[in-house]
């Protein structure tokens, strides 16, 4: 108990696992995005090769009496339908020309012919070595028209205009939530599965992602590598660190607020607000408490416990924010209202849905 007391004050991992509202926020996990970013290579791919015909095309001459756009469709379907089609015999895949079979096939292969002559990095085609080469001349074609940002990919680009919009396309099926990336929403699926694929080596501890697990082998490692400018004390995170340098902003002030308590406990759990400290770790993702109802609450994503169970319908529920949230379904309650358009709802969180405040937080 000394020593995770000990380890408990410097033991919050904000940037890959942390807990508000009695509730997970979502942390994008390196391992689950590989995917993702595989995805945006081939849709940058296919984009290129889409701008590369267009400019090569000859010009056409067309009749002034256009078809309808829906007769134009059909015609344009029936057109593709009767292509010849040029098919993997390993996998069954089908293509419309030589040349996409022939990309295709270096799957199978494993040939790679397009190196890239300053990392030595290979790649299937050469759009995907010219998309890579952005990362070495710092191209970037893509400007943000709302923050004036410059990014170098198409797919990138993309996932940056949903900070602006509030567009969550990923939505999880079991609990509503949506997310803006699809990585993220895999990693967010681990806490309804119970998944944790990543496992410390030395004492067997399971994480559901792998910053957890890096941050966790600090304790292993002894490594401290965030530093104080003021003071020379250094921790394992770099979310401690700021929580310590909270004590140096306060030093020539009065830490006095005003609150009242009854008992002096309390006023000491009062008290860890203004000094940062939290001495209850989750052994499981290290994340840190300033009082342990709230680590207790907080056990229940890794148990599964659920102790409150509506008697309307009979569903259990682990937390209790949640619960109440869950009964104002059945009570028709909105407490919630838009300052904007008057529109109320059940949760808090739906008033960041509503369109036009993303619209207006950006004229």
Same mark, same amino acid.
């Given at each position: 108990?000394?020593?995770?007391?000990?380890?408990?004050? /410097?033991?919050?991992?904000?940037?890959?696992?942390?807990?508000?509202?009695?509730?997970?926020?979502?942390? %994008?996990?390196?391992?689950?995005?590989?995917?993702?970013?595989?995805?945006?290579?081939?849709?940058?791919?296919?984009?290129?090769?889409?701008?590369?015909?267009?400019?090569?095309?000859?010009?056409?001459?067309?009749?002034?009496?256009?078809?309808?756009?829906?007769?134009?469709?059909?015609?344009?379907? +029936?057109?593709?339908?009767?292509?010849?089609?040029?098919?993997?015999?390993?996998?069954?895949?089908?293509?419309?020309?030589?040349?996409?079979?022939?990309?295709?096939?270096?799957?199978? %292969?494993?040939?790679?012919?397009?190196?890239?002559?300053?990392?030595?990095?290979?790649?299937?085609?050469?759009?995907?070595?010219?998309?890579?080469?952005?990362?070495?001349?710092?191209?970037?074609?893509?400007?943000?028209?709302?923050?004036?940002?410059?990014?170098?990919?198409?797919?990138?680009?993309?996932?940056?205009?949903?900070?602006?919009?509030?567009?969550?396309?990923?939505?999880?099926? +079991?609990?509503?939530?949506?997310?803006?990336?699809?990585?993220?929403?895999?990693?967010?699926?681990?806490?309804? %599965?119970?998944?944790?694929?990543?496992?410390? +080596?030395?004492?067997?501890?399971?994480?559901?992602?792998?910053?957890?697990? /890096?941050?966790?082998?600090?304790?292993?490692?002894?490594?401290?590598?965030?530093?104080? /400018?003021?003071?020379?004390?250094?921790?394992?995170?770099?979310?401690?660190?700021?929580?310590?340098?909270?004590?140096?902003?306060?030093?020539?002030?009065?830490?006095?607020?005003?609150?009242?308590?009854?008992?002096?406990?309390?006023?000491?759990?009062?008290?860890?607000?203004?000094?940062?400290?939290?001495?209850?770790?989750?052994?499981?993702?290290? %994340?840190?408490?300033?009082?342990?109802?709230?680590?207790?609450?907080?056990?229940?994503?890794?148990?599964?416990?659920?102790?409150?169970?509506?008697?309307?319908?009979?569903?259990?529920?682990?937390?209790?924010?949640?619960?109440?949230?869950?009964?104002?379904?059945?009570?028709?309650?909105?407490?919630?209202?838009?300052?904007?358009?008057?529109?109320?709802?059940?949760?808090?969180?739906?008033?960041?849905?509503?369109?036009?405040? /993303?619209?207006?937080?950006?004229?």
């Amino acid at each position: 108990m000394a020593f995770i007391k000990e380890e408990s004050e /410097d033991m919050k991992i904000a940037e890959t696992f942390r807990v508000k509202h009695e509730d997970t926020e979502e942390q %994008t996990d390196p391992m689950a995005l590989k995917e993702e970013n595989q995805e945006l290579k081939e849709n940058e791919h296919k984009d290129q090769y889409e701008e590369t015909c267009f400019h090569n095309r000859r010009k056409s001459f067309s009749c002034s009496q256009k078809m309808p756009e829906n007769t134009l469709s059909q015609k344009r379907a +029936q057109k593709i339908g009767t292509r010849r089609r040029f098919t993997c015999q390993q996998c069954g895949k089908s293509y419309t020309n030589k040349n996409s079979l022939k990309f295709h096939m270096r799957v199978h %292969t494993g040939e790679i012919p397009y190196t890239c002559q300053q990392c030595g990095k290979s790649f299937i085609r050469p759009a995907s070595l010219k998309v890579h080469m952005r990362i070495h001349t710092g191209e970037k074609l893509f400007t943000c028209p709302q923050c004036g940002k410059n990014i170098g990919q198409k797919g990138h680009f993309i996932i940056h205009m949903r900070t602006h919009t509030g567009e969550n396309p990923f939505t999880c099926q +079991q609990c509503g939530k949506s997310f803006s990336r699809k990585g993220i929403l895999k990693v967010h699926m681990r806490i309804h %599965t119970g998944e944790n694929p990543f496992t410390c +080596q030395q004492c067997g501890t399971r994480f559901n992602q792998k910053g957890n697990l /890096d941050a966790h082998m600090r304790i292993h490692t002894g490594e401290k590598p965030f530093v104080c /400018d003021q003071c020379g004390k250094s921790f394992r995170f770099s979310v401690a660190l700021n929580q310590h340098m909270r004590i140096h902003s306060r030093e020539n002030s009065e830490m006095n607020c005003g609150k009242c308590y009854t008992n002096k406990g309390s006023l000491r759990v009062h008290m860890r607000v203004h000094t940062g400290e939290k001495p209850y770790m989750c052994q499981q993702c290290g %994340t840190s408490f300033n009082r342990p109802t709230s680590l207790k609450r907080h056990t229940r994503i890794h148990t599964g416990e659920k102790p409150f169970t509506c008697q309307l319908c009979g569903k259990n529920i682990g937390q209790k924010g949640h619960f109440n949230d869950h009964m104002r379904i059945h009570t028709g309650e909105n407490p919630f209202t838009c300052q904007q358009c008057g529109k109320s709802f059940s949760r808090k969180e739906n008033l960041k849905s509503i369109p036009h405040n /993303d619209k207006a937080k950006f004229q």
